[in-house]
């Protein structure tokens, strides 16, 4: 079965089927005559409501959760308000299908070509091919299975989207290549600052599980990333020394900043100040760009007026 249509499937008593993604349970309710279901089909951009009031129907979405599901639906509204009604709903058994299959995403080919210009700018102001190399050995490892390109950045907060890991990295080398424009008595460290803003945010890739946290979430990516370095520190030494190694361990552990280790060094507070703009900017931008009335809200500073936003 293919994807269904969401916007397409609501139009009034047409009749669609194929396979649809809940992201989150659904509840039920109590009605006049049984208990009814209401939630939501997510797939890319696309959001609809559906209800299902049959109880032997929903039984299968309350034994099975949030997942990839083959269903029937029927278009329908009520007060002028668009749902889906749904006929029938069992597990997907389509096995090239999974949950990166029905999230937002950043296309690869962008992932891919804002990371090669990210390369050149770095590679002029000083970062060697033996960097590359060692960065490309480690964030394509296949034990990784390719996940550091999938995974979000986060699940709510900043580049919550499939790819959102690379994506976040990527920028934050652009803003390393303005520091090192900017400040080129650093540019003598530019492998090892370029290594460790690389591989900073490794560690989400156990820690989330697309979008969402995985098994053993509260060992924190941070924890986890410098348990994944330690399977590369003989190649890591060998190319550079145990410095480089141990600095690099530091900056995985420190640079949440205030917000978690407090960093032990230069590197460590120059990335957790790079992370902290990169991430930062990003969440307002996203917050701007879900904002009805121009404006958004700040936990710490209250309303703050909009700004306006370019095409992407």
């Given at each position: 079965?293919?994807?269904?249509?969401?916007?397409?499937?609501?139009?009034?008593?047409?009749?669609?089927?194929?396979?649809?993604?809940?992201?989150?349970?659904?509840?039920?309710?109590?009605?006049?005559?049984?208990?009814?279901?209401?939630?939501?089909?997510?797939?890319?951009?696309?959001?609809?409501?559906?209800?299902?009031?049959?109880?032997?129907?929903?039984?299968?979405?309350?034994?099975?959760?949030?997942?990839?599901?083959?269903?029937?639906?029927?278009?329908?509204?009520?007060?002028?308000?668009?749902?889906?009604?749904?006929?029938?709903?069992?597990?997907?058994?389509?096995?090239?299908?999974?949950?990166?299959?029905?999230?937002?995403?950043?296309?690869?080919?962008?992932?891919?070509?804002?990371?090669?210009?990210?390369?050149?700018?770095?590679?002029?102001?000083?970062?060697?091919?033996?960097?590359?190399?060692?960065?490309?050995?480690?964030?394509?490892?296949?034990?990784?299975?390719?996940?550091?390109?999938?995974?979000?950045?986060?699940?709510?907060?900043?580049?919550?989207?499939?790819?959102?890991?690379?994506?976040?990295?990527?920028?934050?080398?652009?803003?390393?290549?303005?520091?090192?424009?900017?400040?080129?008595?650093?540019?003598?460290?530019?492998?090892?600052?370029?290594?460790?803003?690389?591989?900073?945010?490794?560690?989400?890739?156990?820690?989330?599980?697309?979008?969402?946290?995985?098994?053993?979430?509260?060992?924190?990516?941070?924890?986890?990333?410098?348990?994944?370095?330690?399977?590369?520190?003989?190649?890591?030494?060998?190319?550079?020394?145990?410095?480089?190694?141990?600095?690099?361990?530091?900056?995985?552990?420190?640079?949440?900043?205030?917000?978690?280790?407090?960093?032990?060094?230069?590197?460590?507070?120059?990335?957790?100040?790079?992370d902290t703009l990169e991430s930062q900017t990003t969440r307002l931008i996203q917050e701007l760009e879900?904002?009805?009335?121009?404006?958004?809200?700040?936990?710490?500073?209250?309303?703050?007026?909009?700004?306006?936003?370019?095409?992407?």
């Open positions: 079965m293919s994807i269904i249509d969401l916007k397409s499937a609501l139009e009034l008593n047409k009749i669609s089927q194929g396979t649809v993604f809940i992201n989150d349970l659904p509840i039920v309710r109590s009605g006049k005559k049984s208990d009814f279901m209401i939630g939501n089909f997510f797939c890319r951009d696309q959001e609809a409501e559906f209800r299902i009031w049959e109880p032997s129907i929903f039984q299968t979405v309350i034994d099975n959760g949030p997942g990839i599901y083959d269903a029937e639906v029927v278009g329908n509204s009520y007060n002028d308000k668009e749902y889906l009604t749904v006929r029938s709903i069992a597990p997907s058994l389509n096995p090239e299908l999974d949950k990166s299959s029905f999230l937002n995403s950043i296309p690869p080919i962008l992932l891919e070509s804002n990371l090669r210009r990210a390369k050149e700018r770095l590679t002029g102001l000083g970062v060697t091919a033996k960097c590359w190399k060692l960065i490309d050995l480690v964030l394509n490892d296949p034990s990784l299975e390719g996940r550091f390109q999938i995974e979000g950045a986060a699940i709510r907060y900043h580049d919550n989207v499939i790819g959102g890991l690379q994506h976040h990295t990527t920028k934050m080398l652009n803003i390393l290549a303005a520091v090192l424009e900017n400040n080129p008595q650093l540019r003598d460290s530019a492998d090892l600052l370029c290594f460790a803003t690389s591989v900073h945010d490794i560690g989400k890739v156990f820690e989330y599980d697309n979008l969402e946290v995985s098994d053993f979430w509260y060992a924190s990516h941070r924890v986890r990333g410098i348990e994944y370095l330690s399977r590369f520190k003989e190649r890591i030494v060998d190319d550079y020394n145990e410095e480089f190694y141990r600095q690099t361990q530091a900056v995985i552990a420190g640079h949440h900043g205030e917000y978690g280790d407090r960093p032990t060094t230069v590197a460590t507070a120059i990335i957790h100040y790079i879900a904002a009805h009335d121009g404006r958004i809200y700040d936990r710490d500073w209250g309303f703050l007026e909009g700004l306006k936003l370019g095409e992407n």
